[in-house]
């Protein structure tokens, strides 16, 4: 079965751009997480996805969102992307909601200059 | 904030078994601990998880202490491979406003 698949795997944009990050659970699975990593913050939860509708969301500013789509896929964009949004992105799969065994994909890593 | 505390790091002979300790004490009664861990560049790795009763599978084990205030993950014979970040966190199995909230982990470095 194959795992989690995040592109792109390496993004550099410069402040104030967008981007759009995409993330392709494991067959089956209809939960989608979103998660920042850096070094200062560690693993911090950005939101999740079930049945294309956003079921939680953390504590980040409106700048970033995301959706699903009908076949469980999902994307996560940031608006005027500033130094600080520079982070590891992952993505995690699970078969529903609330579940804590999630699959985490290798993550899309951003560099904002 | 993480609901768990862990040492920064800790190191293992390799051959040996590593035992990483988690504190959870406000841990409820529904709420399950789980294990990840991530090798560097990775993204994590789910290790195992349970509720009240020690838990094994061919990754680790899991000694979660009667209180289930704290719990020990356990890598029986660790190889060099098993160098990572460890992250024990605690969630409810099903609800609608759980977040899995990853502390900064333990650091394990496996010594040859």
């Known amino acids: 079965k194959a795992g989690v698949t995040q592109t792109p795997r390496y993004l550099i944009k410069t402040r104030g751009q967008q981007v759009t990050l995409s993330c392709s659970p494991i067959?089956?699975?209809?939960?989608v997480s979103w998660y920042q990593q850096t070094p200062g913050q560690g693993l911090q939860f950005l939101f999740e996805?079930?049945?294309?509708?956003?079921?939680n969301k953390g504590n980040f500013p409106g700048r970033f969102s995301g959706r699903q789509f009908s076949n469980s896929r999902s994307e996560m964009n940031v608006s005027t992307l500033e130094l600080g949004d520079s982070a590891l992105y992952l993505c995690?799969?699970?078969?529903?909601?609330?579940?804590?065994?999630?699959?985490f994909g290798p993550g899309t890593r951003l560099t904002v200059l | 904030d993480a609901k768990t505390t862990q040492p920064p790091s800790m190191d293992c002979a390799e051959g040996r078994a590593a035992n990483l300790p988690c504190n959870h004490s406000?841990?409820?009664?529904?709420?399950?601990v789980y294990w990840y861990r991530q090798i560097h560049s990775q993204g994590p790795q789910y290790i195992i998880h349970?509720?009240?009763n020690n838990e094994t599978n061919e990754m680790a084990s899991l000694i979660i202490t009667e209180d289930r205030k704290s719990s020990t993950l356990i890598l029986p014979h660790a190889t060099l491979r098993d160098t990572a970040v460890y992250y024990c966190?605690?969630?409810?199995?099903?609800?609608?406003?759980?977040?899995?909230?990853f502390g900064k982990g333990t650091r394990l470095h496996i010594l040859p």
């Open positions: 995690a799969s699970s078969l529903g909601r609330g579940q804590g065994e999630q699959f």
């Open positions: 067959s089956g699975h209809r939960s």
């Open positions: 996805y079930f049945s294309e509708t956003q079921r």
């Open positions: 406000t841990i409820s009664g529904n709420e399950y």
């Open positions: 349970g509720l009240k």
């Open positions: 966190i605690v969630r409810v199995g099903m609800n609608r406003d759980d977040k899995i909230i």
